[in-house]
């Protein structure tokens, strides 16, 4: 039985097919890298995944449950967590509160959400913040909190998208040391992301779109080194 | 059959009325995103104007269209500018607070005036008030064709506006999307406040040009206010050719139901049409038309 | 503890207030700002914690009072028996309306509550024979003091009042107030927010059906017009929730006291001070002046709507900080 696996994912947007059959398995404990240049379908794919977006076809496995009729909450409570490009705090709680509310995805009462939340804060790195209200965080930290609310819902796959755009050289390599230690606590991960070298040197295997279709799929070096991404990427002169 | 065909033909010449102020609406709506919820007051203020040019001055009403109506969207302009732009910027938990605001304002409107008029009925008893032709066997109420027919102009000078006239492109934009029309150098602030300002004097007009048939009393205005709203949910949220419709339905399916139901039917066929919209039709007519 | 101080010391004023003070016309006034807390709070909770804005609170009110009243009339069942009934209606009646308006974008709910109001008082007025049309109800009254009714309202404030802290200081008010702040988010975080939002508004509802069935009880007489009025329920609950504060527990109580003042301030024509120069300078038009402000409480509700929204936009408890600083930093000037 395979972790996840998404079938010939369909979508179309009015007369545009923004994903066009596409299909990827994920194995468990591994990080799976999805690329593609802007407006390739990335973030759709995401959405397509959590139930943002009604699938036009094309069906999504979860540990052997087809999920692509399952409201989004069910999907989360199902051990699918994620993220938001555009981050989506919620802006008048403090950090604390905001990693409560999804503790409360696991847990009924307000000591154990509590404990549940402190313990992925700490993980996260979020303690100095805490207390300060989320509207009032830098980049940063929205994103790394965006990922601690994740995690508090405790995924056992997790779907990143861009939490290293906006950041500065050191902030990045943090959000690399946590996407990591998120992964080594048996947390599988697919992500997203723009900046190459991130996700080169994180990944495991990678998938490749361009125009809602697959160009590609293998390791990083796979990748790197195949033309229709490089076309992709660079333009045809390139190739 | 002739009871039918005359209910339809009422039911249309009150439409086209409707729709003026639906159009005033959805200007807004699409412009701004919130609902006015003064309309139908503000429409009560351009009746008082013209009851106050009429007893004192004489001025036929379809005449002080001419005062009433920029006089309206001075006010619109104002109350844009003073107390709703100011919201924009503000941070507050409440939802909704510019919808609230013009809560406030249409409230306000109303106790001016019955401060001022009393809560007394007046009419505007002009010559042709209760005049009637007859094509067949199917009367037309003199005030209420003429009405129509001023609305229809009015109709079709804001659509030839809104396609035509860079002002009209420009107020198209900001409703399509404000970040954009921003970046291409619209003053996006100065056009909320235009729209308001039209919005407002496509009340009057219908205000005015009903004044000669209807009782003028300071509460006059709500009622109108939520049949406005009917027909902007009827025809889409922000969609003109759609708040057309929906002040032709609406007016057609009120003068069937105090017809074939009874008078007390007619305000609670709105509510019904718009739930029934609610629930089979989210969209609007905008969902069938697309514009 | 410190912080249940201050309410603590209210309640208890409140419990002693009319043996001290025996005159029915403060307690009346009580009795009306208790009911109103009660009113504010189930909207607070549904626009404040979970930013769905009733603008139609009096379809809810009115259900209950209703309930109540026909219970009475029809069967003569005791109107405290229809108290419970009251709140179950008003429930009943939220829910196939939240089940519907729910679902779609936000601003439509708001409008809908609206529209739901107008339908009821329409209908209310429309089947005579049940509801007696716009004649209204009369029911003989349970108590001929005012004493039984305080303290039964009293208890409904109270419990209300912790209703509310419980809900908020729980996961259902997590909950809530994640739907308020982003609803993405809080579906992304396993929340049912269509069922969490229908929660918000059985909980609401309930205490204002309950409160509506209070006022039946208490004025022994309803019609349409009155417990399904926009202007004296449903934006009355507005302005209680907005000038106290949304979000806040305490927001309604400041609200309703505000609201209640400024209503009696109008009725009693600035406490009577315009007659009194009116007697005085033996000039009509101070007489005059006072005959349209007793009229003219509206007015001053819809001044109070724009002038809380435009300068205190999260209410006085909301913004209390803002308010000291403010005044604080007049009193170093001056």
Redesign the interface.
């Given at each position: 039985m395979s972790f996840f696996r998404a079938e010939n994912l369909v979508k179309y947007f009015g007369g545009l097919a923004a994903v066009n059959n596409v299909s990827f398995e994920v194995h468990q404990g591994e990080i799976f890298g999805l690329i593609g240049p802007n407006g390739s379908g990335k973030t759709t794919t995401f959405n397509l995944i959590?139930r943002?977006h009604r699938l036009t076809s094309g069906r999504v496995i979860f540990k052997g449950q087809e999920i692509q009729h399952l409201?989004?909450?069910?999907i989360?409570?199902l051990g699918i967590?994620?993220t938001?490009q555009v981050v989506?705090?919620?802006?008048?709680?403090s950090v604390l509160?905001n990693v409560?509310?999804?503790a409360?995805?696991r847990v009924?009462?307000?000591r154990e959400?509590r404990e549940l939340a402190l313990q992925t804060i700490e993980f996260c790195g979020l303690l100095p913040v805490q207390n300060l209200l989320a509207k009032s965080l830098p980049i940063a930290w929205r994103k790394r909190l965006e990922i601690a609310?994740?995690m508090?819902?405790r995924p056992s796959l997790l779907l990143l998208d861009e939490t290293s755009a906006g950041l500065n050289p050191t902030e990045l390599l943090q959000a690399i040391d946590l996407i990591k230690k998120i992964r080594d606590n048996g947390t599988t991960i697919i992500i997203i992301e723009h900046i190459m070298h991130v996700i080169m040197s994180i990944s495991d295997r990678i998938h490749a779109i361009n125009f809602g279709q697959t160009i590609a799929e293998g390791t990083p070096q796979e990748v790197a080194q195949n033309n229709a991404v490089i076309e992709a990427y660079l333009g045809t002169d390139y190739a | 059959m002739d009871v039918f065909w005359q209910t339809l033909v009422a039911g249309i010449l009150k439409g086209g009325l409707y729709a003026l102020i639906g159009i005033g609406m959805t200007l807004i709506m699409g412009v701004m995103g919130i609902?006015n919820?003064a309309q139908g007051q503000l429409m009560m203020v351009s009746m008082y104007i013209t009851y106050v040019l009429f007893s004192a001055l004489r001025i036929d009403p379809y005449l002080s269209l001419i005062i009433a109506m920029p006089a309206l969207f001075l006010l619109g302009v104002l109350i844009q500018k003073y107390?709703l732009n100011?919201?924009i910027k503000?941070?507050?938990?409440?939802?909704?607070?510019q919808?609230?605001?013009t809560?406030?304002?249409?409230?306000?409107l109303?106790?001016?005036a019955?401060?001022i008029f009393k809560s007394d009925y007046r009419s505007v008893s002009t010559t042709y008030s209760n005049e009637t032709f007859f094509l067949g066997h199917i009367s037309f109420s003199v005030a209420l064709t003429v009405a129509f027919g001023i609305a229809v102009v009015f109709t079709l000078g804001m659509f030839w506006f809104l396609m035509k006239t860079d002002l009209g492109r420009s107020i198209r934009a900001t409703a399509q999307d404000k970040e954009a029309a921003t970046l291409m150098g619209v003053n996006t602030g100065r056009i909320t406040v235009i729209t308001f300002g039209l919005g407002s004097a496509l009340a009057a007009c219908a205000g005015t040009l009903l004044a000669p048939v209807f009782y003028i009393f300071p509460d006059i205005g709500?009622p109108f206010t939520?049949k406005a709203?009917?027909i902007v949910?009827l025809g889409g949220?922000g969609s003109t050719v759609g708040a057309i419709f929906g002040g032709l339905t609406l007016g057609i399916a009120e003068s069937l139901g105090s017809t074939y139901l009874g008078m007390?039917?007619e305000?609670?066929i709105g509510?019904?049409i718009?739930?029934a919209v609610?629930?089979f039709l989210?969209s609007g007519f905008k969902r069938l038309t697309k514009v | 503890m410190k912080k249940n101080l201050y309410p603590m010391i209210f309640l208890i004023a409140l419990i002693v207030f009319p043996l001290v003070l025996r005159q029915e016309y403060y307690q009346h006034l009580i009795i009306l700002f208790m009911m109103w807390v009660v009113i504010g709070s189930s909207w607070n909770l549904l626009?404040?914690y979970t930013?769905?804005?009733s603008?139609g609170h009096a379809a809810f009110f009115g259900s209950g009072a209703y309930a109540a009243g026909l219970l009475a009339y029809h069967y003569g069942i005791s109107p405290w028996w229809g108290m419970a009934t009251g709140g179950l209606l008003a429930t009943a009646v939220a829910f196939p309306f939240g089940w519907?308006?729910f679902r779609?974008?936000?601003?439509?709910f708001?409008?809908?509550t609206?529209?739901l109001n107008?339908?009821l008082k329409?209908?209310a007025?429309?089947a005579e024979p049940l509801t007696n049309g716009m004649v209204g109800i009369l029911i003989m009254p349970t108590f001929s003091s005012k004493l039984p009714y305080y303290y039964i309202i009293l208890v409904m404030m109270v419990l209300t009042i912790l209703c509310m802290r419980l809900t908020v200081?729980?996961?259902l008010g997590?909950?809530f107030?994640?739907i308020?702040?982003?609803q993405?988010?809080?579906?992304?975080?396993?929340?049912?927010?269509t069922r969490y939002k229908m929660i918000s508004l059985c909980i609401g509802t309930f205490w204002t059906g309950l409160a509506g069935a209070f006022y039946m009880n208490y004025m022994g007489f309803i019609d349409p017009s009155v417990v399904f009025s926009?202007?004296d329920l449903s934006?009355a609950a507005?302005l209680v929730g907005?000038v106290g504060g949304?979000?806040t527990i305490y927001g309604p109580a400041v609200g309703a006291f505000i609201m209640i003042a400024v209503q009696e301030f109008f009725r009693s024509g600035f406490f009577g001070l315009f007659k009194y120069f009116g007697d005085k300078t033996g000039s009509g038009a101070f007489t005059t002046l006072s005959e349209?402000v007793k009229?003219?409480h509206?007015?001053g509700?819809?001044?109070?709507?724009?002038l809380v929204?435009?300068l205190l936009?999260?209410g006085i408890v909301?913004d209390w900080t803002k308010i000291k600083t403010k005044l604080f930093r007049m009193k170093v000037t001056t």
């Open positions: 959590s943002y409201p989004t909450y069910k989360c409570r967590g994620r938001f989506k705090p919620l802006r008048r709680m509160d409560i509310v999804a409360f995805a009924n009462t307000m959400a609310r994740a508090a819902t | 609902i919820l107390l100011p919201l503000v941070d507050t938990i409440l939802p909704h607070n919808v609230l605001m809560v406030g304002i249409g409230m306000v109303t106790e001016v019955r401060f709500a939520s709203f009917v949910v949220l007390d039917y305000n609670i509510m019904v718009f739930v609610l629930v989210p | 626009a404040g930013g769905r804005v603008f519907i308006t779609l974008h936000g601003a439509y708001a409008l809908a609206l529209a107008e339908v329409d209908a007025k429309i200081r729980s996961k997590y909950y107030v994640s308020r702040e982003d993405d988010a809080a579906e992304s975080m396993g929340i049912n927010t926009l202007q934006i507005v907005i949304v979000g349209f009229s003219a509206t007015l509700f819809g001044l109070l709507v724009i929204i435009l936009p999260n909301g």
